[in-house]
């Protein structure tokens, strides 16, 4: 038999399936590329279009903290206007007592008894007054006593003085203002 030499074939195809395998492993190497810079790409896009979403989202977060702070200061505001009205509708509610007080403080006050210093202090009323006797005292107290307007009388100092061989006695007393109950027939001022 002859000889046929199969070397070269075999060189040959070793060399077309070397280059077969360096095209394949090229090929394969630059799919593998293009899909690692795809997927890169298209990473890249989600985080910025992320990046994006979060820039809307702070700018809105910015503006509704605005907002809130707005509101924050309107509450206050509308604390304030509240705390006057009502500092108002007391006032109004009140307006009359005052005159009914000092009608009473006149009306209570016996012969022979006289104010000097009236001082009031929220519903505290302290009075000082000079007397020609205890007893004028003790019945201006009853006198409180029985007033609508005015409760509560306590009496703090009463010194007797000789002045001009005239006894006197200066006093200092300490009483509440008090609201009457209102009756059937009387309707609420406003």
Request: glycine share 6%.
């Amino acid at each position: 038999m002859a000889h046929i030499n199969l070397l070269p074939w075999r060189d040959e195809r070793r060399k077309q399936q070397q280059q077969q395998f360096a095209v394949v492993s090229g090929g394969v190497a630059v799919l593998g590329a293009l899909m690692v810079l795809l997927a890169h790409m298209q990473m890249e896009g989600r985080i910025e279009s992320q990046n994006q979403r979060n820039q809307f989202l702070q700018g809105e977060i910015a503006a509704l903290d605005k907002k809130i702070a707005k509101i924050k200061e309107l509450e206050k505001t509308k604390t304030a206007l509240l705390a006057r009205m009502d500092i108002i509708q007391q006032l109004q509610h009140s307006r009359p007592q005052s005159v009914h007080l000092m009608d009473q403080l006149v009306y209570t006050l016996p012969d022979g008894l006289y104010l000097k210093k009236i001082k009031q202090k929220g519903n505290a009323l302290t009075l000082s007054g000079v007397a020609q006797s205890n007893a004028r005292v003790s019945a201006y107290m009853r006198n409180i006593d029985n007033s609508e307007w005015m409760a509560q009388p306590k009496l703090d100092v009463i010194q007797t003085k000789d002045k001009n061989n005239k006894r006197s006695a200066e006093f200092v007393l300490r009483a509440g203002q008090a609201t009457p109950p209102k009756k059937n027939g009387e309707e609420k001022s406003s």
